[in-house]
């Protein structure tokens, strides 16, 4: 059963303060709103952008991103979308700006569900000026999943996986020039090695990421040594804004 027919017929209730009604009331996506600032892995991957975020991966932010990506929570995708689009206009407030999201693997193209892609839809209705950038960069292979992979393995497995093909890096080059910035956007961030990847393949036709947006930042573990990692690395916190509705 899909997750859209569940959440037909299931009762759904805030995934913030469980009142009944909504997956992501508006109280506590204005919560998330409110905390938007600079947030970002330390240290950060060469060549990762400026990195903006709405709270740390945990609480109301974690369990909806979970319930939106995971659990088939699709009605979650508006609010979220808010609050990325709310993290893109306090990022870069220059306008135009132009939104490119993370791309879809192979796999999820077949599927037909690109969650990232729908969050930014969604986030660019909230910035006035905004051109969301679909389709310029593609994922040319599958991956393995990064789940409990270190900085330098997730940049491994990365390596490579964008890419703007030739064909549309003209039009791409064409509608950044005329831009206040260009923001990529992604749900989470952790080591910043996916942004980093996607700005690279964009540096490669020709075209210079500014800033990077996520809903959501992980505290991030720092190697020390080889293979030994510890917990004493976090995110970057700093300069909270009030985010643009």
């Not at 905390?35 to 950060?44: F, S």
């Not at 945990?58 to 929570?73: D, Q, S």
């Not at 892609?117 to 660019?124: D, K, M, S, T």
């Amino acid at each position: 059963m899909s997750g859209g027919l569940l959440e037909f017929l299931l009762p759904q209730v805030c995934v913030g303060c469980g009142r009944d009604g909504d997956g992501l009331c508006g109280a506590c996506a204005e919560g998330l709103r409110a905390g938007v600032g600079r947030r970002g892995p330390v240290p950060g991957p060469e060549g990762l952008p400026e990195c903006w975020a709405a709270a740390e991966y945990g609480g109301v932010a974690r369990r909806a991103i979970v319930g939106y990506k995971e659990r088939g929570r699709v009605s979650l995708a508006a609010r979220l979308g808010g609050v990325l689009g709310a993290v893109v206009a306090a990022a870069c407030p220059r306008r135009p700006v132009v939104v490119v999201p993370v791309p879809g693997s192979p796999a999820s193209r077949r599927r037909g569900h690109d969650h990232v892609r729908a969050l930014a839809r969604h986030a660019v209705r909230r910035v006035p000026g905004a051109c969301l950038v679909t389709g310029a960069v593609e994922a040319v292979r599958a991956v393995d999943d990064q789940a409990g992979l270190s900085a330098p393995e997730r940049a491994a497995n990365l390596a490579g996986v964008f890419r703007v093909p030739p064909a549309r890096a003209a039009r791409l080059r064409a509608v950044c020039a005329r831009a206040g910035g260009v923001v990529l956007v992604d749900d989470v961030v952790t080591t910043g090695v996916t942004l980093a990847e996607l700005a690279a393949a964009l540096r490669r036709a020709g075209v210079e990421a500014t800033h990077a947006a996520t809903i959501a930042a992980t505290s991030r573990r720092r190697a020390d040594g080889a293979g030994r990692r510890d917990h004493g690395a976090g995110i970057g916190a700093v300069r909270p804004a009030r985010a643009a509705r």
